[in-house]
């Protein structure tokens, strides 16, 4: 997979809650094979003093079209002034960036443990692990029923299962408070998860103490995305190592949380 | 066809175009977007004696057109580089310059004895001046006497050519290069990072690990312009410029200003493909004012 | 209610966000915008005893995130100064700080005294650190001893509050607020503008008629915060901060970092009412983090 | 005429030729009285890298509506991307900045050269200056008929005259080569000109050589457009002035070209 540089067209921005928007884009050429985990990095033009590209998630890809679409979250200036580019524009995007998830075995039973701007990994994950539906289990935290972003289409690949901190949808609390994590997490062959730092150390404890297999996708600050400023570091077992190239899937085992 | 080659000493590039420290890994990196043999030489990641980890997360921060990192010169040391990274680099047509770096002079001259032994090394540069380590770095290339003794050892066992990047922290930089030019340096490239901050006014805390850390990118380009002249009129070694390069013109500036060839560092992580496309701009710069070759430009500076 | 007043020796400010001098004019060119009572205080455009008309226009280059200007202390003269503005102002309820600028010590001197003579001018703004101009300006803000020299002989002929206004273009700035500090200054404000150069690549001329100009506005922000966050813990005299503040996140940046106050300059250029939307946005930074008093803010840098 | 900064709504952004676009901007509130030979200060955000605003002269104003209207043509980053705002944008505008020219006399015949991005004042100052149309004499120079801005609608206020350097449109050359100004020059009591500095002072110096009243609108860059920041000097027979807050209309016998 080689990494490339290319203007995209924007095809489509669809706001899905008052801070979610699915931005879909368009290459000119075919899409190289794009993996869960994987990751593009965007230049965000239309704004001063955003300097940067910033990383989002891959969150689906369309061959077919040679479309990919992203799943962006307003945190700061730069998403904010992204989620504002229309059908039509152009933008620069490096990609595919990143490593990717490991694919369960056949049978495995998942859970995908996702939060926040974590979540896109975790919906192209279900889509496109291979396994039977019944074997993946979905589990998406909130804040509350406005933050939640809809998966009806998604709902085909998996079970899925929300909590909202206001209880405004699903259990009340945080993800690690939900049955399926709380009672039902050693019945798992394998654990996912991305979604703010906490909730991914919190799901990693659980998934050690219980010795089960448990990747997390970290979303470590980025200058470049390919591996050569080595301002992404992660502490490891191995030392400091790059999230944007050796990430940003690792297995919990690497980390030193 | 006009001439895009430069000479440092009696070393060739056939363009004036290098990637910066620490901004292209080993240019193995960037291999994915650019053909390395289009790019007049590559400056690889600051190499030291030994594998250092670096400062800790965060290193970087954005700020206005530019950006603060706090890296530490993180790398596995110079074992690893000759058995790992030589061996795949060796053969590529450019030039592959080591950033040498160390907390004493004794490692300084340590690792380039050992850079000297190897054949495709064409040239290092001698980096006095990271703002991003707690000895040596930064602390040799702001006084005369220090930098002037560093460049003094390391000259003593290397013959190939020496580059001196030069940091612009400082009062006179045309002092500090007309130091290192005394000492015997090659030339001397220019600058390295500006000491820098970031606060978060929510945590009230710095936003790096390390407080401070080095600005790079556009935001300092009109000091680095400044420098590059002034050093330009002070000494008589060809001057490598850099700092925010993003484009042809920017390169084509820093020529004019005085410098013989130009790294490209920040811009890399907007678009690893900019030092290519700054080649062609070059190229097309001088094919559209008739100039004959790129070195006609340096010091064009009409005042 | 929060206390958003601030000290300087024995002199009140409202509130910590004063304009920086030449970017305000003498302020009465902005009270079409905001109402001048609401500022902590308005530093002037730099005066020099003898009328001086700056230098040759282009005085102006935009760069990445900033600007340089090569205005060269354009100003109407002392005499000018106390029959034509001071009458307009002394009414006004804000602190009008002169900047005084001069060739030579005896210039600097003379300049005070006159300046001492008018009762509702509180403080002195000394600048030494002026890029622009062939002759004083710069030069004695780069080294200790010429600081201390004019610091000395100000501080001879002037009681009230003596501010000294430093240059950045220095290895260790700290230095030489403690040589200032030493000469009995009540408080240093700093940054000014960074000496930088913009080249134009189709005339290959310098945009500047004066070739080098001084760097303001964002890009050098994180340059200067730090060299608050140094000043702050080398002197025991409060410290005033500039250099790219456009908000009051900004605003709030420096005094973490140990500002007493802050100037806002170039950013008036982009938007007049921003000093006092910065007033604003303190004092509902404070209100919302339960803080009392604008001064425990100054320094509260958490590392 | 207090100067203020206001968020105004873009309502209509026509591109007039290649590189010329009319922007049409409403405030909230009743306009100040604005004048030919005045100009505003344009924030331009959607764009990495444009720091400083960016000064147009006002084209028209229609109080009824709280419009005015500025003729933008592409020089450089700013003006290009200005240019590609859409109706329903907000732009922040300082406005209204510097001096005016002159109106003329009853019975005053006006000659009114522009080019380049001077036209806009001219058009302004054709239209408001009061004059019977027999009176405006409207003098346009461009490279090419292509560089050319349709004037249709300034028609009703006066005498159209054009050259272009390649013949395309009007007489062939600079305006100083067209009969209305070789020829005529003598016989009008006040001549007006914006435009490339090359022009203005080719149109200046004809004006003094025939002792006839001429004013001249400058373009110098400028920080600020206020008056604070002294970048915009010209150098006029009473030392350094800023075109920002002297002029930018001057009267030729100031300036020292
Ligand atoms: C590999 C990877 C994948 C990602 N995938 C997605 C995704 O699919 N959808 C999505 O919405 N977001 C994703 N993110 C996060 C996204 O990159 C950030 O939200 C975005 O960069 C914020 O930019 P901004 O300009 O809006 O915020 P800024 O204005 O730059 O920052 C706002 C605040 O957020 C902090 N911040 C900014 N970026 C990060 C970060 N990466 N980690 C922690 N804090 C940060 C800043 O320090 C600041 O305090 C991903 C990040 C990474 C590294
Ligand atoms: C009082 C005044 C009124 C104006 N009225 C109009 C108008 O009605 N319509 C219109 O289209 N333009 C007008 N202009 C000119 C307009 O401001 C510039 O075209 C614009 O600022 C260019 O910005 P830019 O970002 O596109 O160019 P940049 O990318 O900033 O610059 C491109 C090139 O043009 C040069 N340049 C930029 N601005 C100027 C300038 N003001 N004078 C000379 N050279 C310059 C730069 O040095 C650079 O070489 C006016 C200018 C002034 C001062
Ligand atoms: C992330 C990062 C790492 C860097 N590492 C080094 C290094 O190891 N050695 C060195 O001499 N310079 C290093 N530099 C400095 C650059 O080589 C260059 O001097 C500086 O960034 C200015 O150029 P630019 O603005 O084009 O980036 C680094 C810069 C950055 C941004
Ligand atoms: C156009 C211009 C004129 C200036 N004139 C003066 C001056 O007369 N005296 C002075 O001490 N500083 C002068 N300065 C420096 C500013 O006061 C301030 O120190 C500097 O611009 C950094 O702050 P900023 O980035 O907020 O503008 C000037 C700056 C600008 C941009
Ligand atoms: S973001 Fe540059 S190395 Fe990972
Ligand atoms: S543009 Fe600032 S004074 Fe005229």
């Known amino acids: 997979m080689k990494k490339t540089v290319q203007e995209l067209l924007l095809v489509e921005n669809t706001q899905l809650n008052h801070d979610n928007f699915k931005l879909v884009l368009q290459a ?65 995007v490096i990609f595919p960036l990143g490593s990717r998830f490991t694919f369960p075995k056949e049978n495995d039973q998942v859970l995908l443990v996702g939060g926040g701007s974590g979540v896109a990994p975790m919906l192209f994950l279900a889509k496109t692990c291979g396994l039977k539906p019944e074997n993946v289990h979905v589990l998406i935290g909130a804040r509350s029923i406005r933050d939640h972003v809809d998966v ?42 991305c979604g703010p730092d906490l909730m991914m150390k919190a799901v990693a404890k659980a998934a050690a103490e219980k010795q089960v297999f448990c990747e997390a996708s970290l979303e470590n600050m ?14 490891t077992v191995d030392g400091n190592q790059c999230v944007c190239t050796d990430g940003p899937v690792f297995n919990i085992n690497k980390l030193t949380w | ?45 600051g190499t030291t004696l030994n594998p250092r980890q670096g400062n800790d997360y965060p290193r970087m921060a ?21 058995q790992n990274i030589y061996p795949n680099i060796r053969d590529i047509d450019s030039n592959f310059i080591v950033n040498v770096n ?16 190897l054949d495709k090394i064409p040239a290092i540069e001698l980096n006095i001046s990271c703002p991003n380590v707690k000895e040596g770095g930064m602390a040799f290339g702001v006084s005369c006497p220090s930098a002037e003794a560093v460049v003094r050892a ?24 007309k130091a290192v030019e005394g000492q015997g340096a090659d030339s001397v490239s220019l600058v390295n990072t500006f000491l820098g901050m970031v606060v978060d006014a929510n945590s009230r805390m710095p936003v790096l690990s390390t407080i401070t850390g080095g600005l790079s990118g556009p935001a300092i380009k009109p000091i680095a312009l400044r420098m590059v002249w002034q050093v330009y009129n002070a000494v008589k070694i060809p001057v490598i410029g850099m700092g925010g390069i993003m484009n042809a013109t920017d390169a084509i500036e820093f020529l004019i200003a005085g410098a013989s060839a130009v790294q490209v560092g920040t811009a890399i992580f907007i678009d690893p493909t900019i030092p290519v496309q700054i080649v062609d701009g070059i190229q097309n710069y001088l094919e559209i004012n008739n100039i004959q070759s790129v070195s006609e430009l340096t010091g064009s500076l009409q005042i």
């Open chain 2, 102 to 117: 160390g907390s004493t002079i004794e490692e300084y001259v340590e690792l380039t004895e050992r850079i000297n032994e």
């Open chain 1, 28 to 92: 000119s050429t075919p899409l190289p094979e794009m993996f869960p985990g994987q990751f593009v990095n965007v230049e965000i033009k239309k704004a001063t003093e955003i300097f940067l590209r910033r990383p989002f998630s891959i969150l689906d890809v369309d061959y077919s079209n040679n479309t990919f679409s992203l799943l962006v979250k307003i945190l700061g200036r730069g998403s904010k002034v992204l989620t504002t580019y229309q059908a039509g524009d152009k933008i620069s």
């Open chain 1, 152 to 193: 009806e289409s998604y709902k085909p690949y998996g079970n899925y299962y929300f909590t909202t901190e206001d209880g405004s949808l699903g259990e009340k609390g945080f993800v690690t408070h939900h049955p399926v994590f709380s009672d039902q997490l050693g019945s798992f062959d394998k654990i996912y998860t």
């Open chain 1, 222 to 235: 980025m200058a470049c995305g390919f591996g050569v400023c080595l301002c992404c570091v992660e502490k």
């Open chain 2, 1 to 45: 066809m006009v001439d895009l080659s430069v000479r440092i000493k009696d070393l060739l590039f056939k363009n004036p175009v290098l990637t910066a420290s620490g901004t292209c890994g080993f240019g193995e990196e960037i291999a994915d977007f650019i053909d390395l043999t289009r790019l007049g030489g590559v400056v690889m990641k």
């Open chain 2, 154 to 177: 390391v000259r003593s066992v290397y013959d190939k050519p020496l580059i001196v990047k030069l940091s612009p922290n400082v009062t006179d930089i045309s002092e500090i290069a």
């Open chain 2, 62 to 82: 954005e700020t206005p057109s530019g950006m603060l990192n706090a890296v530490g010169l993180q790398n596995k040391g110079v074992d690893n580089f000759i």
